[in-house]
């Protein structure tokens, strides 16, 4: 079964290094292709292990040609922090579907007090009416892994992605390893249930 | 076969299909995943990590002499170290197809400057394809190797980051590994040899051979007219093409895929057909010069697209420019989000010596690395950074250049020295330089993402190794001053940097300590704070470790702030508990 768009999908999906981002955009993309769409997923990691942001988009539907998304033109973001959703949000489309990890990762510039922590965290990101925090650590730890909280988020964002479950199912265990497969699928059903 | 690959991995698909034998590079971002991929292929395509990108060039001039395809990839300044071989190879021509795979990292997102190396290309009489996508780098790289061979030319493809680093979807074919047999090597010294003679002669076959590579730039389906509608044509190369066709969907484009040479007839017919000609090419106007020197008309626009990444706002800037059309609305940013600049990490062997220099107020001449990072407060521990292994030469000049502060250091990692810091080290010896040289060791190329280099002990695939220690390079080169120093010591490290800096000699001081990330090791034991002993006196943030953060304000204004360890971050490595005079911190019970 194939999916057709009649336009460009954007997800743009963002958090610090090694919250697991790149493999998430991987899976959202495997699942575009074997949706039958055109897909292409960018992103800009170069010295992400060391504590920097991370950002990747992934565009899907029947001829995609810039791999950037415009600012303000992201059907969903998907945040693995808060304090990254705030810095991004402006990427989102008015309205558009907003899913964040509610967990904070303080930047190293604010707890060394060489920064401002961001004032009113709570009260600007509800300003968002697209705005949906997930649990996604306790979802994952139920699932069986801290590490898959990336996977409940990517759960999540499939509530808002026209793709049939088998894809979605044949790219987890395309690009998750075998012995944590398992493990993932259960926090990709629970991602999909906490936002249904 | 339709898989779904960055530029960097489609590389490796092409060249193991294309029967490519011979492979090497020096990392370097965005090129790096180029022989990490290829080394997939190791049993068909014999792959190293370079000691540097010369020696890579060199290796692949070697092969393709040799009559085998070869490929060598590396990241665009790395070109700079690898032009000396490049710009003669060109006179001598390849034999087996040799293609040279340049990342350009336009917006520098993680390089210390821009350069355009598509004026290199034209400089050294080579043929250039700039890819668009992921199959474009497929096609090209194949295409590539058989060019190369056909007009015994080097081939250059222009990556840039967001090519390399952009997933699309890729026809591999079969999958295959191509069947292409060798061509036969005859020693033939007119030919292989670069003498003035034979240069000279050499000298008229590149030109003769300039002739036939603007014949094939002309007649390629890699360049193309796509008819559209409208006054406006715009000609465009690399990703600006998708720019462009996301953007003026509706402008004839004429795409230029092989850019060295440019087609500048078929672009002079495509002008023909519209009212205003633009050029959208992402940094230096290398294109547009060329066509404007052919005597073609090139609207020069207002909106500035010569620096930095290109992207949809910014040619929807051009559009509103040039055809009147809205720029493109966008939300704006929220205000006062803390940044999150890369730091060195917790438990970094860098730190307690960048700390120790800092602290004893060094001249320091630093070099390419995540040291590098060792510049940004509160360490501040850098004057200068210039390239791969400048950090010798530049402490020998400031030396020379009687600098006041008699405490010079140059420092650089193990991977940087191997690539290009011993030649400087053997000029510190010959020369007799008062300086130290810091060689921080941690026995990786740590900032590309961990690869293997001569100081390992691995090759790339993995095997064992000669593992090199630099300290023995030191006194080999004659140097009589050499220490090697735990990292982790900070009295240590003082006494033996004190002792080398005014010693008035040569000097090396190796510090080897593992890198943290790569060996995922972890002290014995995490540090907590004392808060009744805690002066909030903010020694401890001075070293700058992401582990050490704020805890509760201390004096009644709530000005200054005790610290707190992190116990998430914090490795053990003990250098907080060494800066606090106050014995405020120590093991967690």
Redesign the interface.
Known sequence: MTTSLDRIFNVSLVG?GGQGILLTS?VL??AA?HAGL????????????????VISQVRFGAK?????I????SDVLVSFER??A??W??L?K?GAKILVNDMDR??????????????DLDR?LAAYPGLKLVDANPLAIQAGNLRAANIVLLGALSAFVPFAEEHWQSALRERIPAKLLEVNLRAFAAGHAAVG | M?K?LSANQAIAWAAYRAGCRVAAAYPG??STEIMEHVAEFKGAIDCEWSVNEKVAMEIGVGASLAGVRALVAMKHVGLNVAMDPLMTFTYVGAIGGMVIVNADDPSM??SQNEQDNRSLAKFAKCLLFEPA?SQETYDMVTAGFELSEKYQVPVIVRTT??TA?????VDIGSGERGDVPGIPYVKNAQRNVAVPAHGRLMRFAVEKRSVALRELTETTAFNRAESGAGELGIVASG?AY??V???FPEAPVFKVGLSCPPPIERIRAFAAGVKRLVVIEESDPVLAEQIRAAGIPVVEPQTELRMMEL???RL?ALRAELLGTPA???????A??????????SGCSHRGPFHILSKLKTTVCGDIG?YT?GSA??LAAMDTCICMGAAIGAAIGMRKAGLPNQRIAAVMGDSTFFHSGMTGLLDVAYNKIPITVMVFDNRITA?T?HQENPGSGHTLLGEISTQVRVADVARAFGIQRVHEADPYDLAALEKIFLECLDSGEPAVVVVRGPCV?HEKWAGKFINEVDAVKCTACGAC?RI?C?A???GAAKDPAGKR?QSRI?PQFCTGCNLCAQVCKFGAISPAK
């Open positions: 610090v991987d993309a495997l292709m055109d897909v292409k997923k960018s992103e800009i990691h170069g010295m992400s292990q060391r504590g920097g942001s995609v040609h810039s791999p950037i415009p600012d303000g033109q304090t990254e705030l810095r949000v402006h989102a008015p303080i930047p190293v510039t604010v707890s060394s007090g060489l920064q401002a922590p961001v004032q600007r | 339709k779904l971002t965005p997102h993680s996508d980051t967001r680093h952009t997933s699309t979807i990703v998708q720019y066709k996301e953007v992207n949809p706002a929807a493109l609305e966008a939300p704006k940013p929220e006062g989000i803390p940044v999150r600049p890369p730091v060195l990490c995540c990072l407060p509160p900032m993402g990330l943030f700058g992401p050490i953060v704020r702030f992190d």
